[in-house]
């Protein structure tokens, strides 16, 4: 029994069109580059995690604890870098229907997102003032470290932050 089974067409010119167009208006800044060292450094500690668990069958104990710092340290600079450009998730379907009432609704995430920061940079600065004595369980450095590096992005995050949502408020008084 022979099967007529039609191969579809890959259209390559498009695919390639659609990908120049999505990326025309990238561009890669300097923090773009820590960023990717980060994101490096968690990659080398979770490779050497898995090549000693699973190739050695003894696993080095600081790679745990490195590979969760560190991507705690990357998820805030990420963070950062979204709100920078804009490219956090966001609902598409508020943007359709506030209309007219879209730029208070703006106003209002830019305040929460102020609002969250200062929080998170206030319980970071509790939390050194905490555990300033602790040391990390299986690395030689101070627990504060990460919680000084959370704060400052979180500070960044802020400013970042305050900044766009004068930015927008002057946009709504103008207008």
Known sequence: MAQNT????????????????????????????????IF????????????TRYVLNDSISWTEEAARYLLVILAFA??????????????????????????LVHVFSLLCTVVLFTILLWSAWELIQRTSFQRMVSLPFPKYYLHAAVMALAGVNAVVAAMQLMLRVRQMIRS
Do not use: N, W
């Not at 800044?29 to 060292?37: F, G, I, Q, R, T």
């Not at 870098?81 to 730029?103: A, M, N, P, W």
């Open 6 to 37: 039609m191969v579809p067409e890959i259209d390559f010119d498009a695919i390639s069109a659609e990908d120049e167009a999505h990326f025309a208006g990238f561009r890669i800044s300097l923090a773009d580059y820590a960023l990717l060292a």
């Open 78 to 103: 990420g963070a950062v870098r979204c709100q920078i450009t804009g490219s956090h998730i966001v609902l598409e379907f508020v943007d359709k229907y506030y209309g007219r009432k879209l730029g």
């Open 40 to 51: 490096l450094a968690l990659f080398l500690v979770v490779f050497v995690q898995f090549f």
